[in-house]
């Protein structure tokens, strides 16, 4: 079975420090998708990025950058310059793709303050 | 406007009360899907369509209904709402795309509802 495992709970950072969420994710197949949610205090859930299983490239947008890893079965993200608007609760979310139809399974999230 | 709109925002009713929250969307999209969110459990999948003759069951789907009036349109019902599931519901929808459709959730603002 398909399992999202965000240990921290909450962070605190000063603003401009950089901080990295964790996600550690476990899989049987072979094809999965994995993403990130951000949640602000207003509520709603902001689509922030997918990759795919066979794409482990790092990527980077803007002051955000996610480090996935399949050898340590990880999809980590990086705030740097961090800033009050970045104060949420962040998801990580995993998709497989074995056919019929594919449960995205959600971590219980990062929450995120950011201090002034 | 919002890509995905969900009514009412905020809702309070009393225990034995007949609830329906609406979802509409202009992505165009097949797929939609009903959520809930407690503190600390991440999101858990009620329902979910894949199109308009198409309803599955979620993970906790008891004292739920779903009706699916159109591609656009996919309503949750608590035909007698119970104070455990007082909660933030959201809703979402993707699209099926290609036979290797990325299959991106996109979520609405979300209805917070308090079951008294």
């Known amino acids: 079975a398909q399992k999202v495992t965000q240990a921290q709970t909450e962070i605190s950072v000063v603003e401009k420090e950089d901080v990295t969420l964790d996600c550690v994710y476990e899989t049987r197949d072979t094809t999965y998708y994995l993403f990130w949610y951000k949640q602000p205090p207003s509520g709603e859930l902001v689509f922030l990025i997918r990759r795919n299983s066979f794409d482990e490239q790092n990527e980077i947008s803007g002051r955000y950058s996610w480090n996935f890893q399949k050898s340590t079965s990880s999809f980590n993200f990086t705030i740097t310059a961090s800033q009050v608007v970045d104060s949420a609760v962040y998801f990580c979310?995993?998709?497989?793709?074995?056919?019929?139809?594919?449960?995205?399974?959600f971590g219980t999230g990062t929450k995120l303050q950011v201090i002034p | 406007d919002a890509d995905v709109t969900q009514t009412p925002r905020n809702r309070i009713t009393k225990t034995g009360k007949r609830i329906m929250l609406e979802c509409s969307q202009t992505?165009?999209?097949?797929?939609m899907y009903w959520y809930r969110q407690d503190p600390g459990l991440g999101l858990r999948l009620i329902y979910y369509?894949?199109?308009?003759?198409?309803?599955n069951k979620g993970e906790i789907s008891d004292g739920y209904s779903v009706s699916r009036q159109a591609q656009a349109k996919f309503s949750l019902s608590l035909e007698s709402a119970i104070p455990n599931q007082t909660a933030l519901y959201f809703c979402?929808?993707?699209?099926?795309?290609?036979?290797?459709?990325?299959?991106?959730?996109?979520f609405g603002p979300g209805t917070r509802l308090t079951v008294l």
């Open positions: 992505k165009g999209h097949d797929r």
């Open positions: 369509s894949f199109d308009v003759k198409d309803i």
């Open positions: 979402a929808t993707s699209d099926s795309g290609t036979s290797f459709s990325t299959d991106t959730q996109y």
């Open positions: 979310a995993l998709r497989e793709n074995s056919g019929g139809y594919q449960k995205v399974t």
